[in-house]
């Protein structure tokens, strides 16, 4: 069951993409951010709505624990990639409708990819004004009913596209951007490669931008 916080960039059609931060993830790895001490800038996690998953949430969840943030490293507070820590959060969009892609035909803004055969593309709720960086089109994956697909072409400001092949995705069908590779997600690991940017920086604007929801 999840419980919604105040919505942030609505994307295309009035469906914004999720940034769901769990609970049970954030509870099993405050220990071993304990353990580990205030090794990556816990005294300032925070900053910027707690690293982008929610100051007053986070707060909350480490005062039942009777935790101080100051005390904690943040990185394997939310679980970010290198800490060997259930990732926290993870952006979750939905798909507004596939169409037939024929080769050689290109896609979105500039034609930056061109089908090299015959494929099936959808329409996907996330863009970069819900942190779905530019620099991501062309170069990452996404998890839809099990199995990955490529982003291709430019990310749209509140879409982006995605060549799902002959698999049949239905309207409305959860997309994962990343999340925890345990249960088959992309790794945000993957955003960081592509980008440039800190896992830190990447939550940070996702869950800033994108409708953050909290799950158990």
């Given amino acids: 069951m999840t419980s919604t916080l105040p919505a942030r960039t609505p994307a295309a059609g009035g469906v914004a993409p999720v940034a769901l931060v769990s609970e049970s993830a954030l509870r099993a790895n405050a220990p071993l951010a304990l353990a580990a001490g205030a090794a990556s800038g816990a005294d300032d996690v925070f900053t910027a709505d707690g690293w982008g998953h929610g100051a007053a949430w986070v707060a909350s969840v480490l005062s039942d624990l009777d935790m101080d943030a100051a005390a904690l490293d943040a990185a394997i507070l939310f679980g970010l990639p290198g800490s060997h820590a259930r990732p926290v959060l993870s952006l979750r ?6 169409k037939p892609l024929l080769r050689g035909e290109g896609v979105s803004y500039g034609y930056t990819h061109r089908a090299p055969h015959d494929t099936t593309i959808a329409l996907v709720t996330g863009g970069y004004a819900q942190g779905v960086v530019r620099s991501l089109g062309n170069a990452v994956t996404v998890a839809i009913d099990g199995r990955r697909h490529r982003i291709v072409g430019r990310v749209a400001m509140d879409v982006c596209v ?42 940070a604007i996702v869950g800033a931008r994108a409708d953050r929801r909290v799950a158990a």
């Fill in 93 to 98: 969009g939905r798909s507004l409708g596939s």
């Fill in 162 to 203: 995605v060549d799902v092949e002959d698999a049949p995705v239905a309207r409305g069908a959860e997309v994962v951007f990343f999340g925890d590779p345990a249960d088959g997600h992309p790794s945000l690991e993957e955003w960081t490669d592509a980008t440039g940017l800190t896992a830190a920086e990447i939550v």
